[in-house]
């Protein structure tokens, strides 16, 4: 049987009249957290217009003369009504915060209400000067925070004390996070902003042409102000007319262009290319694109295409004056008759040209480490040519060699094996330069031409009546093995004075750096030097240089200037000069009125 409502109240005493004081109450209560969560349903995506609305409604809610909310100004070392509801006109915005109750809130409680309900039992009836000034009686403030710190306080004041119930102080608390929320997310746009716009200047102020096209129209949505310097044409003319960059795309280009468009449209991009376009002066320029694909999160569809587009014209012009340069150096390699190279440490060679016609084997066999040039050199020349071989480690210097190889026929071929020994900066062996000729012929002629002397010598001793004779004979054969030899070197300088010097005049007529130029002409020396008898009739006082002195000496010889040297060799114009001191005491024409450069040339 229901208990009834008049022996509830004697069982627990309560008067009727404070059943309905209760009553009251918690229908206050459910009348406040009601309207409490219709004033978080107004709040939009402004957070400052959102900090005014929970300030408003919190004078509202909370039913005091007004609300504030302070916030601390360190920098200032002043209290600023930041938002407020209801303020007296004459109410002081900005003041110093020792004193104020807010003050005391943002100092003193981390996460706790301060709750007065008759402010003239506190102190601040004398250190708050707006207690006395507005006949303030009761307050209810929070601290707000951001980051875990506490910046300012929301309140309420009223003229009247009160007894603030624990629904308000609930309702103040959770307004007070409230705006903690908007001040984070508040500083949050405040760091997007200024990150965008950071962003957007760094996009404007690149060199290259940053764009946004969306998918599938190709609109532009976004071009960086760097389109002007690349194309002629502003960001806004591309923005009205999406299909104008199609149009600048040269004709050479355009069906390229134009694949690799559908690609991305179909979803499929490639990370980078190059096209030509025109710009609006009717310029051609070479670029290069570097792009990336924007795909919706949910449906995994393509909705734009990102990209970076870069004015690459000077490269490529680069590109092909190297490519020219390339195949003149091919074509005067080419015509040395012989075998170019350059050897390394472990016996493997790049070969330049001229392989197979001096041995049969192909530049990628001599490449590998099975057929490698040691291993085809004749095992009764190896121990030789090694042994003098070790000497250009050592020291940068030039030697000739003439050995036998095994050829890839089987047959044996004589070979002359002019090299260079190759250093880096750091004075660390890099390996050989060389040119291989094949003297197969010249050593057959040289053999026979022995075998004949030797015949001419038994003959003249056994018929001495014939002396005559056979000197006649003899002088012949020598004449006609001076002549044989002559006609070959000058076969040798013909051909290098009529097939490679000509192409090399031209190279050194090209746009070349001064280093270059200076490199160049030490180039056609050495080249001049390969293929003529000076390295084997130089003086004695000549050999007695060292190894650089012996550079320097070159250099010298070929016209260069200190400074050219010293670019080239990587050394400094002192040493440069030294090292002429040395060579002319070495010579013997330190302190006498001789050219160096004259007396040099005169030792060929």
């Known amino acids: 049987m229901p208990i009834k409502i008049q022996e509830l109240m004697m069982a627990q005493k309560i008067t009727r009249g404070e059943l309905t004081r209760q009553y009251i109450q918690q229908s206050d209560a459910i009348e406040k957290i009601s309207k409490l969560n219709r004033i978080f349903s107004r709040l939009g995506t402004n957070p400052r217009t959102n900090i005014d609305i929970i300030v408003q409604h919190t004078c509202e809610l909370l039913k005091g003369v007004c609300s504030l909310y302070n916030r601390l100004d360190n920098d200032k070392k002043s209290l600023i009504a930041w938002a407020d509801h209801n303020l007296p006109p004459d109410f002081n915005r900005e003041d110093k915060p020792d004193g104020h109750i807010c003050y005391e809130v943002t100092m003193n409680e981390k996460d706790k209400p301060i709750v ?41 004041v009223d003229v009247e004390e009160r007894d603030f119930s624990d629904t308000e102080i609930h309702i103040i608390s959770t307004l007070a996070k409230a705006l903690s929320l908007e001040e984070e997310r508040q500083r949050a746009e405040e760091e997007l902003r200024e990150s965008e716009k950071m962003h957007r200047l760094l996009a404007e102020n690149a060199r290259d042409m940053i764009f946004r096209r969306s998918l599938p129209g190709g609109g532009f949505e976004y071009i960086s102000s760097a389109s002007i310097a690349l194309t002629g044409y502003k960001p806004e003319e591309l923005y009205n007319k999406p299909l104008l960059f199609e149009n600048i795309v040269h004709p050479d280009s355009r069906e390229c262009f134009k694949k690799q468009w559908r690609n991305i449209v179909n979803g499929a991009i490639a990370s980078h290319y190059e096209y030509k376009i025109i710009t609006k002066t ?15 999160n949910k449906t995994g569809y393509p ?27 091919k074509t005067l390699v080419k015509n040395i008759p012989g075998m170019v190279y350059r050897a390394y440490p472990e016996w493997s060679a790049d070969v330049v040209s001229g392989s ?54 089987g047959g044996t071929r004589w070979v ?143 016209g260069a200037s200190s400074k050219d040297i010293s670019e080239s060799l990587g050394l400094s114009q002192r040493t440069v000069d030294t090292h002429r001191y040395n060579i002319r005491k070495k010579l013997g024409i330190r302190g006498k009125d001789v050219n160096l450069r004259t007396y040099l040339s005169s030792l060929t």
Not at 130 to 144: A, D, E, H, T
Not at 313 to 328: P, R, W
């Open 303 to 329: 909705i734009a295409v990102e990209g970076i587009i870069s004015d690459v014209t000077n490269q490529k012009l680069a590109e092909m004056i190297l490519k020219e340069s390339e195949i003149k150096h």
């Open 356 to 409: 197979e016609a001096v041995c049969g084997y192909t530049k990628n066999e001599l490449a590998s480490k099975k057929d490698n040039w040691l291993s085809i050199i004749h095992p009764d020349e190896r121990e030789t040519v090694l042994h003098e071989g070790s000497e250009l480690i050592n020291a940068p210097q030039d030697i000739v060699q003439t050995y036998r190889i095994k050829a890839k026929d």
């Open 416 to 558: 002359e094996d002019r090299k260079t020994s190759i250093f880096s900066d750091t004075g660390e062996f890099i390996g050989i330069d060389g040119v291989i000729f094949d003297i197969t012929d010249r050593k057959k002629a040289e053999d026979e031409l022995n075998r004949t002397n030797e015949r001419l010598e038994a003959m003249v001793k056994e018929r001495t009546s014939e002396i005559v004779e056979k000197n006649i004979t003899l002088k012949v054969l020598m004449d006609q093995r001076e002549e044989d030899s002559k006609k070959f070197e000058e076969s040798i300088l013909a051909n290098v004075k009529e097939l490679i010097m000509p192409n090399l005049i031209r190279l050194k007529n090209s746009r070349l750096t001064g280093k270059q130029q200076v490199e160049l002409n030490v180039l056609e020396a050495n080249l001049n030097e390969i293929i003529s008898p000076f390295a084997s009739k130089v003086s004695s006082s000549y050999l007695k240089l060292t190894p650089t002195e012996f550079q320097v000496a070159n250099f010298i010889k070929h």
């Open 282 to 296: 009717g310029e051609t320029k070479w670029v290069y694109q570097r792009s990336v694909l924007i795909v919706e």
């Open 116 to 156: 007065i309900g008759d402010i003239g039992k506190t102190v601040y009836q004398d250190t708050d000067t707006n207690v006395k000034k507005y006949g303030l009686k009761s307050y209810l403030g929070f601290p707000v925070a951001l980051d875990g710190n506490t910046i300012g306080a929301l309140c309420v």
